[in-house]
T-cell receptor, first 116, second 113 residues
């Protein structure tokens, strides 16, 4: 149980285009989902907290107009990287917390984004 | 601001040896996690430690938590090559912040034959 999927697993896009990444909780409902970014050889950095039915909360230094987050249902959150640039190339990982439970987060398999 | 520091950041060890990875954090927390990450993969949950003095073991890995010292350790016993990976500790802030996690820098472990 508690499986989180991400789609796509990898994507290559051209500079200036937008790309959408989906995060789904497959066997549970998730009021809260989290988006992390991980650059090579570095740790995970929280980008934003996504709450179903409300606006996402972004961490300091993360541009909300560039990284659009939508959490329209209890099983799906999406991250759209708008006007992507090569410096946005990274590994994006989402996690989800089971609605009504305490703090355990379940991590998705990650999405490798390469911007050329 | 919560800070989480791991050491060492790089660890190269021989098979059969023992070693400990340390995770220090700066503010009070009610839970600490250890994760494993293989190259190109996402995180695999290893342990969650909930209280002072908590100790958990799985195979060759044992994790402990000292909340008074704000320190957790991940001890590796008789290392084998399959344990080669990057290990992260992560600390959850208090309940008012929900389950927001702050990660350490990671310890890249290489176990040599």
């Amino acid at each position: 149980g508690a499986v989180v999927s991400q789609h796509p697993s990898w994507v290559i896009c051209k500079s200036g285009t937008s790309v959408k990444i989906e995060c789904r909780s497959l066997d549970f409902q998730a009021t809260t989902m989290f988006w992390y970014r991980q650059f090579p050889k570095q740790s995970l950095m929280l980008m934003a907290t996504s709450n179903e039915g409300s606006k996402a909360t972004y961490e300091q230094g993360v541009e909300k107009d560039k990284f659009l987050i939508n959490h329209a249902s209890l099983t799906l959150s999406t991250l759209t990287v708008t006007s992507a640039h090569p410096e946005d190339s990274s590994f994006y990982i989402c996690s989800a917390r089971i609605t009504g439970t305490s703090n355990e987060q379940y991590f998705g398999p990650g999405t490798r984004l390469t911007v050329t | 601001e919560l800070k989480v520091e791991q050491n060492p950041l790089f660890l190269s060890m021989q098979e059969g040896k023992n070693y400990t990875i340390y995770c220090n954090y700066s503010t009070t927390s009610d839970r600490l996690y250890w994760y494993r990450q293989d190259p190109g993969k996402s995180l695999e949950s290893l342990f969650v430690l909930l209280s002072n003095g908590a100790v958990k073991q799985e195979g060759r890995l044992m994790a402990s938590l000292d909340t008074k010292a704000r320190l957790s350790t991940l001890h590796i016993t008789a290392a084998v090559h399959d344990l080669s990976a990057t290990y992260f500790c992560a600390v959850a802030l208090n309940r008012r912040s929900g389950s927001r996690l702050t990660f350490g820098e990671g310890t890249q472990l290489t176990v040599n034959p």
